[in-house]
């Protein structure tokens, strides 16, 4: 069974709402406030999503949408996939689909709702909007954290559109924070740069749920995420070229900016510091390139999509879309029975699920999962009655069927980023961004698996079946 489509954010808003999942706040601070209480609500058992209104020092309708996809089941609904399914199974699902989606270019629409409202030039003010100040201890507010950033490259005409944290300093000017040079965004900056003309962007606050997506997946270059989007929804992006800068912009999102990149070797503004996924701040203020905002545009009591990186285990996206990609691999490379793959801790750690067939199955899985995982320390290979998206099952396999002394390797070198929070001062002065890793085999050891005591548990199955029968009894 496939989930229901939604037209835009507010339409997935009303999803939400039906599902019982969104929780409506007035008058918090943006300061500090709508943070602090986004990362509390993302701590809890169920995570609902928020909806703040009446945002102090702001005009009512003026709205922040936080921890959207935080949950297994609002993830699923914004990738069209059935929210009630069990968390590793809407990830499995998802990881057939991804392979054989098809991408929809975007359609041109007639009318785009974001042009309900402008201000151009001088009559820009960007202080308009209630962009937080997400933590206590960041550089400034964010308009940009869940927003998608759209650039065309001056050679191909290919428009590129992923997320980049984007910072306000004043009226009508922001910051783009490229990660590194590989970035598209980076790429297409530097052509214009380097050939002397203005750099045209757009930022879009409130996109779409797909558009979100599509906007941290890894595209190859040359591909538009508008396309990938599309392919989600199974139908095309409508879109509306900007009045400013031509670039097609969504025509349902709740607001876009338009204007011009300028160039970073003629003008910089300090960025950041800004909390990271990691749960620590991985910088201090680094100089960014700044956006000349010059207009804006908004619909009617206008969506800022918040999407702030918070401490694990909170993460944006309710179902680890980077180990549907590992699953992948590892069926690839030829790794046959793996039953299930998982990340926990905010992707810093892996687990597989394997049904073991033949001596050195599980550390050939682990292996190949640990060269594919970003930044993670810990890769743990478990048994297939083990479930790996659940955690607590995950430490029963490790502290019952591994010995330390046996189980664990560990692999050096291997990749991480600078946002580490545990590489030396020394290597990170050096610009060093490895790290090592440490696969727990938490599988039965296979020469003896058979004599392995056996487990009183229910089987995954056993359990379905009671629980198709009797949790209306439990439930009370
Ligand atoms: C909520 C969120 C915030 C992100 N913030 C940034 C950022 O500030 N800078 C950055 O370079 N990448 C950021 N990323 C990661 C990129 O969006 C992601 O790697 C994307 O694939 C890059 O797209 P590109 O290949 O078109 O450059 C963020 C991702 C998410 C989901
Ligand atoms: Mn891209």
Redesign the pocket.
């Known amino acids: 069974m496939s989930g229901q489509s939604y037209a835009d954010l507010r339409d997935f808003i009303d999803q939400v709402e039906r599902l019982g999942a969104l929780r409506r706040i007035d008058g918090a601070d943006p300061v500090c406030e709508i943070g602090g209480i986004t990362e509390v609500a993302a701590g809890l058992p169920k995570c609902p999503a928020l909806l703040f209104d009446a945002i102090k020092g702001h005009s009512r309708g003026f709205r922040v949408f936080t921890n959207a996809t935080v949950s297994p089941q609002r993830a699923a609904l914004a990738l069209g996939i059935d929210p009630a399914l069990e968390p590793l199974d809407a990830l499995k699902e998802w990881k057939t689909r991804r392979t054989t989606l098809k991408m929809q270019a975007p359609v041109t629409a007639k009318h785009a709702l974001f042009l309900e409202n402008s201000r151009a030039g001088a009559d820009a003010d960007l202080t308009l909007f209630p962009a937080p100040l997400w933590h206590k201890q960041d550089g400034g507010s964010y308009i940009?954290?869940?927003s998608i950033v759209v650039m065309r490259d001056p050679d191909s005409g290919w428009i590129?559109?992923?997320?980049?944290?984007?910072q306000v300093h004043g009226r009508d000017r922001v910051t783009?924070?490229?990660?590194?040079e590989?970035?598209?965004?980076?790429?297409i900056a530097r052509k214009y740069r380097e050939r002397g003309k203005p750099c045209p962007i757009a930022v879009v606050n409130g996109p779409d749920p797909a558009l979100?997506v599509a906007?941290?997946?890894?595209?190859p270059?040359g591909v538009c995420?508008y396309d990938f989007a599309g392919a989600i929804k199974r139908q095309p992006i409508e879109v509306v070229p900007g009045p400013v800068t031509g670039l097609p912009l969504p025509a349902r999102a709740e607001s876009v900016l338009e204007g011009t990149l300028l160039p970073i070797t003629e003008t910089s503004l300090p960025e950041g510091p800004?909390g990271e996924?990691t749960g620590y701040y991985a910088a201090e203020k680094r100089p960014a390139p700044v956006m000349q905002v010059e207009a804006m545009h908004w619909r009617n009591d206008p969506i800022l999509l918040g999407?702030?990186?918070m401490k694990p285990p909170r993460f944006?996206?309710g179902l680890p879309l980077r180990a549907a990609g590992i699953w992948s691999n590892l069926e690839n490379a030829g790794v046959t029975d793996v039953v299930g793959a998982w990340q926990h801790v905010a992707q810093l750690m892996t687990v597989i699920a394997v049904k073991q067939r033949y001596a050195g199955h599980s550390k050939r899985a682990g292996l190949i999962a640990a060269a594919q995982s970003y930044m993670g320390r810990v890769v743990v290979t478990v048994d297939d009655d083990v479930d790996p998206s659940d955690l607590a099952d995950v430490m029963w396999a490790i502290t019952t069927r591994c010995e330390p002394s046996e189980s664990v390797d560990i692999v050096r070198n291997a990749w991480s980023s600078a946002l580490d929070p545990r590489l030396t001062v020394e290597a990170r002065t050096h610009g060093q961004t490895s790290h090592s890793k440490m696969i727990i085999d938490a599988c039965k050891p296979f020469g003896w698996k058979d004599e392995f005591p056996q487990t009183s548990a229910l089987s995954f199955d056993d359990a379905r079946a009671i629980k198709d029968k009797w949790m209306p009894a439990l439930r009370g």
């Open positions: 940009g954290s869940g590129n559109a992923s997320i980049y944290r984007v783009i924070q490229f990660d590194h590989g970035r598209h965004g980076a790429i979100f906007g941290f997946e890894y595209l270059e995420e800004f996924f999407s702030p990186p944006h996206f």
